[in-house]
């Protein structure tokens, strides 16, 4: 579906609203299993899951975030620093992160539809840096973490930014799959790990 309707239908032409692009893909799952089920109910089902996936129901803040981000918000200045989310999604975004309760500790979220840029495009980085809403802010001032090694660790690596990668697979592992450009120092198991690394001062970027 991305391949061929990239960003959610965004960059398609003529464009695809993403409630269609979402509509086509439960659409396109039902029909490779086999199911034919009539167009108003798979319609309506569509609909269903699409409000059903905005919400805490279907979705759970990965382990450890709740705690980093209730650290960061306690130790960092809000006049210095601005916290945000840069996410490959749709306009529910920002439902989905009150419905979680994350958006308690952020200054911003941005989404690729609406940007009209998914990662790893450089635009949707810029975009962060503007929403921030700080003065002169530098690429080497700002830091990502994700758990993409291409969409997210090397995407902003490139741009200057720091970047730290939360994967599960070896350090030898992402090194052969994705290149060298990897720090085997930025590379954390887990959100817990870089915490408590974060929090001891034992990352250097």
């Known amino acids: 579906m991305n391949r ?6 965004r960059d398609t032409n003529p464009q695809m ?3 269609q692009w979402w509509r086509k893909l439960i659409a396109g799952t039902f029909s490779e299993s086999g199911a034919a089920i009539p167009d108003e109910k798979l319609h309506n ?3 269903h899951l ?11 803040p990965c382990n450890g975030s709740v705690e980093l981000l209730q650290q960061l918000r306690k130790d960092l200045k809000p006049e ?4 945000g989310v840069i996410a490959n999604f749709d306009p529910r975004l920002q439902t989905l992160l009150q419905n979680t309760k994350l958006d308690q500790y952020l200054d911003f979220a941005i989404n690729s539809y ?5 990662k790893p495009d450089p635009q ?3 975009k962060a840096m503007e929403k921030s809403g700080l003065e002169n802010l530098k ?4 830091l990502h973490i994700g758990d993409g090694p291409t969409t997210d660790y090397l995407a902003a690596k490139e741009l200057g930014w720091h970047s730290a990668l939360v994967h599960e697979k070896s350090y030898a592992y992402l090194v052969k799959k994705y290149g060298e450009d990897i720090d085997r120092d930025h590379v954390f198991p887990s959100l817990y790990d870089f915490h408590k690394k974060i929090s001891d001062g034992a990352v250097v970027w």
């Open 124 to 126: 949707i980085f810029q």
């Open 45 to 47: 089902f569509s609909n």
């Open 50 to 60: 699409i409000e059903l996936y905005k919400t805490s129901i279907c979705w759970q």
């Open 4 to 9: 061929d309707y990239p960003n959610f239908g």
């Open 139 to 142: 690429p080497e001032e700002c």
């Open 114 to 118: 609406e940007v009209k840029a998914e």
């Open 17 to 19: 609203e993403w409630q």
């Open 80 to 83: 210095k620093c601005k916290l």
